[in-house]
């Protein structure tokens, strides 16, 4: 069963903006997916479509095999949606919002009060329940919009950038959460800018740049694509001469500092033994990005040339 | 299954909707008990008696429907108007439209929700118009759907302006411009029999003004126009704007990119 299926889905604005241009996109029963791009790729929209915020200029979606145009109440039904704005009253309480958002999904208020609190609590926002949300933190806020996602207990939960400008903690922390939900069944879609954390939560992945999906592949499969490796080798002493190291592809931003891309069959030994050849006395060294981090910018590079 | 869901929907708004001008007493109900309280010290006690009598009433009981009346229009309106606008500026709005809520519940809710902004603050006024004159009610069927229908009315009015507004001044144009002057002109301070024959003629194409005849017929048993007529301009109107913003939702207009 797909939760989600998205075919040819196209959508110009109003202002002549075409911001999709026919996206095919598939997430199966269970999935943790990541969709991914820079800004101004088209993740809102598609998440904006998917949600009926949004009307689609072409194309069709499914959610769990309804037709969002001919059984939306069914499909409704079975989307919690986590947006990258906030959209609740600024002037009502945690409580109100939650237990509101269940009776527009015909919820009893006993049920939902029943529900709110168990989200609430999970949350972090039991004590703040009774406060008006503008008054809570910008992360509580987040999580906010995360607890009225779930008060109709969806079978799919879409969440656009719910880390952003979430601290480490609270980050870790909601990743856990959403883990949990993944596993007891619920499928997620996630957009996030910290590729970390796709790489970390996420099974399947879609990257999709200009309005195009330019890479729709499993997170493994990615990930295992990425031949090459960058570090970046901080110096004790500055660099007298000009360095050569034949075999490997070298990049000097400053006498202090000294990056080096290392193929997956060449080993960091060899390139150790070049610097202690050459009397180069190394004082730390990392990684230029995270692994997924390298993929994309080179799938991004080579979409825009 | 789905009547169900649809209302508790339908709850969960008018709630929302009363909850909201509640919370904001100071803003919603009393603005109209003070200039009630206003409008019957000048006009009803000082203005009043030099006036004479009206219709055979004195001043002060002539023109106390039309002032109840006048503050149920505007204050149906401005609920709708205000809330719904704020919903979209605020974004909560998408609260509803995400969820399987059809658009005819929506407009069903708000409605309400200004039916029982007008009907509160039409007993308030109600209650502030007594400490300055008597006022019996002769028609109470009368009275009563007047009430409502009247409500209905300026609510879907409301919602359409809240449609449409781009600003939070857009949604005070139509109250400047058009309702004031239509309430003003719509026999709420005098009888349309005072005016000259083509005035008279001119302001038959005013609604406001069978509004205000039918509802001082309820109280007074005395109206400009006749009663029939009223009714049967005040239910088309509310069909055609019924369906009108229906229309509106259903296309998003306003409110989806
Ligand atoms: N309401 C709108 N009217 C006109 N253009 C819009 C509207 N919303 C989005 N766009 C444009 O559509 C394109 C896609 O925007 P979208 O919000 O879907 O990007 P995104 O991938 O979510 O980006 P971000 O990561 O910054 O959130 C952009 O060029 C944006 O400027
Ligand atoms: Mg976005």
Not at chain 1, 23 to 32: A, K, R
Not at chain 1, 99 to 116: D, P
Not at chain 1, 285 to 298: V, W
Not at chain 2, 11 to 30: A, P, S, Y
């Amino acid at each position: 069963m797909k939760a989600l299926e998205i075919h040819n889905l196209k959508k110009t604005y109003a202002n002549g903006v075409q911001a999709l241009k026919g996206i095919d996109l598939e997430v199966s029963e269970g999935d943790f997916f990541a969709l991914l791009g820079p800004n101004g790729a088209g993740k809102s929209t598609t998440i904006g479509i998917i949600t009926s915020l949004v009307k689609k200029s072409g194309g069709k979606v499914f959610v769990y095999g309804y037709d969002l145009d001919t059984h939306s109440v069914d499909a409704k039904s079975l989307i919690g949606i986590v947006p990258q704005e906030l959209n609740f009253s600024q002037f009502e309480s945690c409580m109100e919002i939650v237990v509101n958002q269940g009776g527009f999904y015909g919820i009893s208020r006993k049920l939902a009060r029943e529900r709110a609190e168990k989200y609430l609590r999970q949350l972090g926002l039991w004590e703040k329940r009774y406060d008006p949300s503008r008054t809570l933190s910008g992360g509580l806020k987040r999580r906010l919009m995360i607890a009225r996602a779930l008060i109709h207990e969806p079978k799919l939960l879409i969440l656009d950038e719910p880390t952003a400008g979430v601290d480490v903690e609270l980050r870790r922390s909601m990743w856990k959460f959403l883990r949990d939900l993944n596993n007891q069944g619920i499928t997620i879609v996630l957009t996030t800018h910290y590729l970390e954390e796709a790489e970390n939560l996420c099974k399947n992945i879609a990257i999709i740049d200009l309005g195009n999906i330019i890479e729709n592949t499993s997170m493994k499969y990615l990930l295992g694509k990425l031949n090459t490796e960058t570090f970046i080798f901080d110096l004790k002493i500055p660099l007298e001469k000009k360095l050569s190291l034949p075999d490997f592809i070298l990049n000097v931003p400053d006498a202090m500092t000294i990056e080096v891309e290392i193929r997956r069959d060449q080993n960091l030994n060899e390139l150790f033994d070049v610097f202690s050849r050459e009397g180069i006395y190394i004082n730390s060294m990392r990684n230029k990005h995270n692994r997924l981090e390298e993929l994309f910018i080179r799938l991004l590079d080579k979409n825009n040339s | 299954m789905n009547r169900k869901v649809y209302l508790t929907a339908y709850n969960t708004i008018v709630i929302k909707e009363v909850g909201r001008f509640i919370r904001i007493w100071i803003q919603t109900i009393l603005p109209p008990a003070i200039s009630m309280t206003l409008y019957f010290v000048i006009f009803g006690n000082l203005i009043g008696p030099r006036i004479g009598q009206m219709s055979g009433f004195t001043y002060v009981e002539y023109i106390a429907p039309g002032l109840i009346m006048m503050s149920i229009i505007n204050n149906s309106y401005a609920n709708v108007v205000s809330s719904f606008f704020g919903a979209k500026f605020q974004r909560h709005i998408e609260e509803m439209l995400v969820a399987p809520i059809p658009n005819f519940v929506i407009l069903g809710g708000y409605i309400t929700g200004g039916i029982v902004r007008g009907v509160i603050v039409g007993i308030v006024v109600t209650i502030v118009a007594l400490f300055f004159t008597k006022l019996h009610i002769t028609h109470y069927m009368i009275v009563i759907s007047i009430v409502i229908m009247t409500s209905i009315l300026f609510s879907l009015g409301g919602l359409i302006n809240g449609i449409f507004a781009k600003k939070f001044d857009d949604i005070s144009i139509v109250p400047t411009f058009i309702l004031t002057p239509l309430i003003y002109l719509g026999g709420v301070f005098y009888s349309i029999d005072l005016l000259p024959e083509f005035w008279q003629a001119v302001s038959k194409f005013n609604p406001i003004l069978y509004m205000v005849n039918a509802f001082r017929y309820g109280l007074l048993g005395v109206s400009d126009i006749n009663i029939v007529t009223a009714f049967t301009i005040i239910t088309i109107f509310i069909i055609i704007l019924f369906y009108f913003s229906l229309y509106l939702l259903n296309t998003g207009k306003g409110i989806k990119t």
